[in-house]
């Protein structure tokens, strides 16, 4: 019997094929794996390497002064970080009503399923859209259309700085706009799925104490996912801020420092977009040291948002 | 005692709380209703306005010089040719990467602090601005002129659309891999089979819709990219007529829509809205086609 069975089924040994064939997968996927490090680094040493000139030359002056003069080789980046912060966060408060509402709006059981999904898909088909095409239709469509409200405004409240210049195209009204449209699918999605994830025994309890449907949603269901809304917000942050071809298009690329919303400005972004190709010396160094803050800029802002979502999701676990 | 007696149980819309939730309903309806509607805009313009400009002549024939013809732009051949040209250089390199690197982080590293570090990396990378990755491989490839001496190449273009790519990859492939039951795993090593055939022959088949989704997704917003284009691979107005073209300027869809917007011309902002149409159609239907994928995964694996 023991002979019989040894017969049948000897042990198998590996041939040594098999495991070259085994040691070799695991070392190329473990080398494509660090391929994200290492491209993560290089951005990172490049960059860094490319701006040391304007580094040593400007160091913090760069950040609070406005010249920008290829001529005399002066360089400052305030308007365009004073740009980019201003109209990503101007975005953003426009955005997160409309998207976290929208999110629970498709999440409770407001309206039957068929039109949720539509309008689900319909948001998320929205970041589908190129940025360079929501730009034309921002030139072309958007802007001519609000730009008599703009005027309108800028009739009545033209004494306050913020709306002091006359609205003739460009600026920064119509680049915040737009944004709100780029960012809006980001929070809908991600306050969608982090809404979903509440689980159903909390809303029923809350029904069942006798809490009406908003009160339910107020005092139970966002605080429950407000890691996941969190997070989401923080990334819509980091995308407008990095968000560069629909910006360049309308925000009017102008170097000029102005408080006016109306007034054409400049993100980093849109300042890389639009010098990078015919800039070259000390500009180019400018240039990067400009690339290197906006990506320090998005990286606290990313770093920020997974520790958020880490620590705030902790505490309703 | 007497809250049991005094109020009623019924219904009634005149209460505060009532009034408070209709009016919280009917303003988050708006708010759907208003981020709804910049999608039917542009959608509608770009279909209606783009697709009235669209004729064989259009996608077949280079563009001509701005100002020259009001009558006859020319068309966006190359543009489309450059965009595919583009998507299939960064597809070749990305696909390779991310499959991998996801494979490492869902198979052989699930927690180790390589995979953990591998994981925050790529969720670093996936935002960082898209012109970052530009202005990376410009530093790295166009101003070295390290590609056969050329500067502005359809190569680099590709390699910096790559860059935006891999972290999607990675991370739909992890998330793929580890949706497969492990007992599908312990099955495969329980008749003898070795890892690598494991994972070529039951994880990554049972996983290849969702990571097939994911590289779809991640190639139609590689596509439509503008920012890492303008000044890697730049525009070229002609079709590219040997392989040797691929190390000098080339044209895309977006670049030309970026450029052509900007011109003061009618005929040139036509050929934008006409390449505007092309490019949303088939980014649309790629996104289309991946939300297909899932359904039919999701199909197989009720059969299994």
Same mark, same amino acid.
């Given at each position: 019997?023991?002979?019989?069975?040894? #017969?049948?089924?000897?042990?198998?040994?590996?041939?040594? $094929?098999?495991?070259?064939?085994?040691?070799?997968?695991?070392?190329?996927?473990?080398?494509?794996?660090?391929?994200?490090?290492?491209?993560?680094? #290089?951005?990172?040493?490049?960059?860094?390497?490319?701006?040391?000139?304007?580094?040593?030359?400007?160091?913090?002056?760069?950040?609070?002064?406005?010249?920008?003069?290829?001529?005399?080789?002066?360089?400052?980046?305030?308007?365009?970080?004073?740009?980019?912060?201003?109209?990503?966060?101007?975005?953003?408060?426009?955005?997160?009503?409309?998207?976290?509402?929208?999110?629970?709006?498709?999440?409770?059981?407001?309206?039957?399923?068929?039109?949720?999904?539509?309008?689900?898909?319909?948001?998320?088909?929205?970041?589908?859209?190129?940025?360079?095409?929501?730009?034309?239709?921002?030139?072309?469509?958007?802007?001519?259309?609000?730009?008599?409200?703009?005027?309108?405004?800028?009739?009545?409240?033209?004494?306050?700085?913020?709306?002091?210049?006359?609205?003739?195209?460009?600026?920064?009204?119509?680049?915040?706009?737009?944004?709100?449209?780029?960012?809006?699918?980001?929070?809908?999605?991600? #306050?969608?799925?982090?809404?979903?994830?509440?689980?159903?025994?909390?809303?029923?309890?809350?029904?069942?104490?006798?809490?009406?449907?908003?009160?339910?949603?107020?005092?139970?269901?966002?605080?429950?996912?407000? $890691?996941?809304?969190?997070?989401?917000?923080?990334?819509?942050?980091?995308?407008?801020?990095?968000?560069?071809?629909?910006?360049?298009?309308?925000?009017?690329?102008?170097?000029?420092?102005?408080?006016?919303?109306?007034?054409?400005?400049?993100?980093?972004?849109?300042?890389?977009?639009?010098?990078?190709?015919?800039?070259?010396? $000390?500009?180019?160094? $400018?240039?990067?040291?400009?690339?290197?803050?906006?990506?320090?800029?998005?990286?606290?802002?990313?770093?920020?948002?997974?520790?958020?979502?880490?620590?705030?999701?902790?505490?309703?676990? | 005692?007497?809250?049991?007696?005094?109020?009623?149980?019924?219904?009634?819309?005149?209460?505060?709380?009532?009034?408070?939730?209709?009016?919280?309903?009917?303003?988050?309806?708006?708010?759907?209703?208003?981020?709804?509607?910049?999608?039917?805009?542009?959608?509608?313009?770009?279909?209606?306005?783009?697709?009235?400009?669209?004729?064989?002549?259009?996608?077949?024939?280079?563009?001509?010089?701005?100002?020259?013809?009001?009558?006859?732009?020319?068309?966006?051949?190359?543009?489309?040719?450059?965009?595919?040209?583009?998507?299939?250089?960064?597809?070749?390199?990305?696909?390779?990467?991310?499959?991998?690197?996801?494979?490492?982080?869902?198979?052989?590293?699930?927690?180790?602090?390589?995979?953990?570090?591998?994981?925050?990396?790529?969720?670093?990378?996936?935002?960082?601005?898209?012109?970052?990755?530009?202005?990376?491989?410009?530093?790295?490839?166009?101003?070295?002129?390290?590609?056969?001496?050329?500067?502005?190449?359809?190569?680099?273009?590709?390699?910096?659309? @790559?860059?935006?790519?891999?972290?999607?990859?990675?991370?739909?492939?992890?998330?793929?891999?580890?949706?497969?039951?492990?007992?599908?795993?312990?099955?495969?090593?329980?008749?003898?089979?070795?890892?690598?055939?494991?994972?070529?022959?039951?994880?990554?088949?049972?996983?290849?819709?969702?990571?097939?989704?994911?590289?779809?997704?991640?190639?139609?917003?590689?596509?439509?990219?503008?920012?890492?284009?303008?000044?890697?691979?730049?525009?070229?107005?002609?079709?590219?007529?040997?392989?040797?073209?691929?190390?000098?300027?080339?044209?895309?869809? @977006?670049?030309?829509?970026?450029?052509?917007?900007?011109?003061?011309?009618?005929?040139?902002?036509?050929?934008?809205?006409?390449?505007?149409?092309?490019?949303?159609?088939?980014?649309?239907?790629?996104?289309?086609?991946?939300?297909?994928?899932?359904?039919?995964?999701?199909?197989?694996?009720?059969?299994?």
């Amino acid at each position: 019997m023991d002979k019989a069975r040894t #017969s049948k089924f000897s042990l198998r040994t590996r041939p040594t $094929s098999e495991k070259l064939v085994d040691v070799g997968f695991k070392n190329i996927v473990v080398a494509m794996a660090s391929m994200v490090a290492i491209v993560l680094f #290089s951005i990172f040493a490049v960059v860094y390497y490319e701006s040391t000139e304007s580094i040593s030359r400007y160091g913090l002056r760069f950040l609070f002064s406005s010249a920008w003069n290829p001529v005399t080789d002066e360089y400052g980046a305030f308007t365009a970080i004073y740009g980019t912060l201003f109209t990503s966060i101007a975005s953003l408060l426009i955005a997160i009503p409309l998207g976290v509402g929208t999110a629970i709006f498709i999440t409770e059981n407001i309206i039957p399923g068929y039109i949720r999904n539509v309008i689900g898909i319909m948001v998320e088909l929205l970041a589908a859209i190129p940025s360079v095409v929501l730009g034309l239709w921002a030139v072309f469509i958007m802007e001519p259309f609000i730009r008599p409200f703009l005027n309108i405004i800028y009739e009545l409240f033209g004494f306050i700085p913020f709306f002091g210049t006359q609205p003739l195209g460009a600026g920064m009204m119509p680049a915040i706009l737009i944004l709100v449209v780029m960012i809006l699918p980001i929070i809908t999605s991600i #306050s969608k799925d982090s809404l979903n994830q509440v689980p159903s025994k909390l809303r029923q309890a809350a029904y069942g104490i006798g809490a009406s449907r908003w009160t339910t949603i107020f005092k139970v269901i966002i605080p429950a996912a407000i $890691s996941g809304i969190t997070g989401g917000v923080l990334l819509a942050l980091g995308r407008a801020m990095g968000e560069t071809m629909a910006v360049t298009m309308i925000i009017g690329n102008s170097n000029n420092f102005s408080w006016s919303i109306f007034a054409p400005s400049y993100t980093i972004s849109s300042m890389l977009a639009n010098q990078f190709g015919e800039a070259d010396g $000390s500009q180019v160094s $400018s240039l990067m040291y400009a690339a290197l803050i906006l990506m320090i800029l998005t990286l606290l802002v990313n770093v920020f948002a997974q520790w958020i979502v880490k620590r705030l999701s902790l505490k309703y676990q | 005692m007497n809250y049991t007696s005094q109020k009623s149980l019924t219904y009634n819309p005149s209460l505060t709380r009532n009034i408070g939730n209709k009016a919280l309903t009917i303003a988050s309806a708006l708010f759907a209703i208003i981020s709804v509607l910049p999608l039917i805009l542009v959608i509608s313009y770009v279909l209606i306005k783009g697709g009235s400009y669209i004729n064989l002549d259009t996608l077949i024939l280079e563009p001509e010089p701005p100002g020259d013809d009001l009558l006859s732009a020319g068309g966006i051949g190359p543009a489309i040719t450059g965009t595919f040209i583009m998507s299939v250089i960064a597809s070749i390199i990305s696909i390779p990467v991310g499959v991998g690197g996801g494979i490492y982080l869902a198979e052989y590293s699930k927690s180790g602090k390589f995979a953990k570090f591998i994981r925050f990396g790529s969720n670093v990378l996936a935002g960082i601005p898209s012109i970052i990755a530009g202005v990376f491989i410009y530093a790295i490839i166009v101003s070295t002129k390290i590609l056969f001496g050329s500067m502005f190449s359809g190569i680099a273009g590709g390699i910096s659309l @790559s860059i935006l790519m891999i972290p999607t990859i990675i991370k739909t492939t992890d998330e793929a891999l580890k949706l497969v039951p492990n007992d599908m795993r312990r099955a495969a090593f329980g008749v003898g089979a070795s890892k690598f055939t494991m994972i070529t022959n039951i994880t990554l088949p049972a996983a290849f819709s969702s990571i097939s989704t994911g590289v779809l997704l991640a190639l139609a917003r590689a596509a439509g990219e503008t920012a890492p284009l303008i000044f890697t691979a730049l525009f070229s107005r002609y079709y590219i007529t040997s392989l040797d073209d691929l190390f000098y300027e080339m044209g895309s869809l @977006s670049v030309l829509i970026y450029n052509f917007a900007l011109e003061p011309y009618e005929a040139q902002n036509q050929l934008a809205w006409a390449a505007s149409f092309i490019l949303v159609v088939v980014l649309l239907s790629l996104n289309i086609l991946s939300r297909w994928i899932v359904t039919l995964g999701a199909f197989s694996k009720n059969k299994v």
